[in-house]
């Protein structure tokens, strides 16, 4: 495993100096545009496609780099980029996560490169885990699986929501119900391939940010689907059953629940996501103080202005030190036994919040308007501190791990 390191190796500045080369130059100038048609461009995930940004491979090489600091660097040049479009490139990989936590390898083999698709017909994924009445409380999740053994098929119902891409992705992976008993516990995780019937799209919400993105409701209704579309396969889920249901008898420790690991592992990603829409802010506020003149000087000579810019500039920095902590403490295989992926996530993201903020008020009237992009950033840096566990989930989470 990867010594950790603050310096980013020559392979991996290429990699971001690339990303960065089609954020500003192909996510920047369409970012406004996106925002407005609040649609999915996929126009430019085709483009990202075939330059192999938008692949399994790519996304396996990060995912995978031993020193941790491939996804999270990835994440910060895309979501500086334009924090839709990025979602609406890397939200497949939260999907993938969930198959990479749970599949076995040959379900990872075969579902994961259908969310990909390919350069020339491009694809989605979505993992739909919350629903209405279950969103941070989710172990009060209701819909269902139940097997069919004279089929060997799981029948799933219910509603989900809020899913990046639901329902048009070409894979799903739903988080359902197996043993209504077990809480948290009795959820697992379901590919549904592609044109499974049963399974449609709800209404499509409208949003304060991220508007590139997808989201919507997604609604099963007796979908069928063939065993082996259960991730980690029947046995597992079987042992696993049968453990959760001796410790809920002897009242012993937690066992995680499926949907919650794919969270874990994907939190320092999202802080990586926030610092990236923070520096995005942080770099036009800058300019724009330096080049602004009020009084007969630069804004920025104004020490009001200034230390703000110096607050934003260390806050940035701090938070993708904690991203990157956590990010290389996942890798290297070391516990967050103090919550640190979810540090990572509520700095970041409160951070990014704020800095969009300041952002505006450095630009005045001009901030406050969509000839500039810092309201856009600023509407779709309040997604950091919502989904994937809001800021009060992190907070519980960290605030158990000192307890203990
Ligand atoms: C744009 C977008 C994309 C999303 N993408 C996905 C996706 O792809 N897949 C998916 O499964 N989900 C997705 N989500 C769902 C997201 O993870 C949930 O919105 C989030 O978990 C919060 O759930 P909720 O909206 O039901 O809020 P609630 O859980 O109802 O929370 C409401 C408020 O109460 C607070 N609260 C709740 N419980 C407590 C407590 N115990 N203590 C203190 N405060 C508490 C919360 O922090 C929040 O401020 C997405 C959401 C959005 C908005």
């Not at 995930?45 to 940004?53: P, S």
């Not at 049963?198 to 689907?225: M, N, P, Y």
């Not at 874990?264 to 103080?289: C, F, I, K």
């Not at 600023?378 to 989904?387: K, M, N, Q, V």
Request: include cysteine; charge should be negative.
């Amino acid at each position: 495993m990867g010594e950790f390191t603050l310096e980013l190796n020559e392979d991996q500045k290429q990699v971001r100096d690339w990303l960065h080369g089609f954020a500003a130059d192909v996510m920047r100038p369409a970012a406004a545009e996106w925002d407005e048609r609040e649609e999915t461009p996929w126009p430019i995930i085709q483009e990202a496609a075939k330059l192999g940004i938008y692949s399994l491979d790519f996304y396996a090489q990060q995912f995978f780099d031993p020193t941790g600091l491939g996804i999270p660097m990835a994440m910060e040049e895309l979501f500086w980029g334009d924090a839709g479009i990025a979602l609406s490139i890397v939200g497949t990989g939260l999907a993938a996560v969930g198959v990479l936590a749970n599949g076995t390898e040959e379900q990872i083999g075969t579902w994961v490169p259908q969310m990909y698709g390919d350069a020339n017909d491009v694809k989605v994924a979505a993992f739909c885990s919350s629903e209405p009445d279950a969103g941070s409380d989710v172990a009060s999740m209701r819909t269902r699986a139940v097997y069919d053994e004279a089929k060997d098929e799981w029948v799933l119902n219910g509603t989900k929501t809020w899913a990046t891409n639901g329902g048009i992705a070409n894979v799903h992976v739903v988080v359902a119900v197996v043993d209504a008993e077990l809480g948290s516990k009795g959820h697992a995780s379901f590919i549904v391939p592609p044109n499974t019937p049963g399974l449609s799209q709800g209404q499509k919400f409208q949003k304060h940010g991220i508007r590139a993105s997808h989201t919507a409701e997604v609604v099963l209704e007796d979908v069928r689907i063939p065993g082996h579309c259960l991730l980690g396969g029947k046995d597992k889920l079987d042992e696993r059953l049968a453990r959760a249901r001796e410790k809920a008898k002897a009242g012993g420790e937690r066992v995680k629940n499926a949907a919650m690991a794919t969270f874990e592992a994907s939190r320092p990603a999202v802080g990586a996501m926030a610092v990236g829409t923070a520096r995005a802010a942080y770099e036009v506020a800058l300019d724009y103080a330096k080049t602004r003149v009020q009084f007969g000087r630069p804004i920025i000579e104004n020490q009001g202005v200034a230390f703000q810019l110096a607050d934003m500039a260390t806050q940035i920095d701090a938070a993708r030190l904690l991203v990157w902590r956590a990010s290389w403490m996942a890798t290297a295989g070391k516990p967050f036994t103090a919550a640190e992926g979810s540090m990572s996530k509520l700095y970041a993201s409160e951070v990014a919040k704020k800095v969009t903020a300041q952002a505006i008020q450095i630009l005045g009237g001009n901030g406050y308007t969509r000839e500039y992009p810092v309201e856009r950033m600023h509407r779709d840096a309040a997604i950091y501190t919502i989904f994937e566990g809001t800021s009060e989930i992190q907070r519980m989470v960290i605030s158990r791990a000192l307890a203990k």
